[in-house]
């Protein structure tokens, strides 16, 4: 899943050479990511929203305000973090899940 993926308005968060390999952040602005939390899990796909920093805080994360993510896609942003066992099979299938658990939002709302 990048910009140009199979998801519009995709936005991944941080440098994209100066990461750590196993923490992706991305957003979707207008869509709301508990809603996204909850679908992802009826599927077996664990994710986060916000930062670490503010989870489980109820509030927007500061740490996302400073980096200059606006409300909107602050409020849609997801965070993903592969461990030890993760491999590329588990991490197309959480794509494939994300990706349909987006597009059935959009269609929510459109």
């Known amino acids: 899943m ?25 957003s979707f602005p ?23 920093c503010a989870a489980n805080s109820g509030t927007r994360s500061h740490v996302l305000e400073a980096i200059g993510l606006a409300p909107e896609a602050a409020d849609g942003s997801l965070r993903l973090t592969l461990g030890r066992l993760s491999d590329s099979e ?4 959480a794509a494939r899940e994300i990706i349909a658990a987006i597009n059935t939002e959009k269609a929510r709302l459109a």
């Open 2 to 26: 990048d910009d140009a993926g199979p998801v519009s308005g995709l936005h991944r968060s941080g440098d994209q050479k100066r990461r750590l390999a196993s923490h992706l952040h991305i």
């Open 30 to 52: 207008g869509i709301d990511a508990e809603r996204l939390v909850f679908m992802l899990e009826q599927k077996g796909v664990l994710v986060a929203t916000g930062s670490a």
């Open 90 to 93: 588990t991490c197309t299938a």
